[in-house]
């Protein structure tokens, strides 16, 4: 219910279960979408069927993709 949450290793992200029931979630759910999936990280348990995932560990800074060049920020700061 939250467009940005911090979690912590061990916790588990489900769609709402009023929501389950839309069509969208029930393609989801039955895989309708695997073949356009990105690869599930090292870091992430992702039960697709059951709509949730669990964070297993921190991701490595090499493990997010970023699209932005980090040492420009800290230099953009810097100079503040």
Do not use: N
Not at 47 to 76: F, G, H, M, N, S
């Amino acid at each position: 219910d939250r467009p940005s949450f911090r979690v912590k290793p061990g916790q588990t992200i489900h769609v709402k279960e009023k929501s389950e029931a839309l069509e969208v979630f029930q393609v989801a759910a039955a895989g309708g979408h695997q073949d356009v999936l990105p690869k599930v990280p090292a870091y992430l348990d992702v039960e697709i069927d059951k709509l949730q995932a669990r964070l297993e560990r921190r991701p490595k800074r090499a493990e997010v993709p970023v699209t932005c060049e980090v040492q420009l920020v800290v230099e953009y700061y810097a100079a503040r």
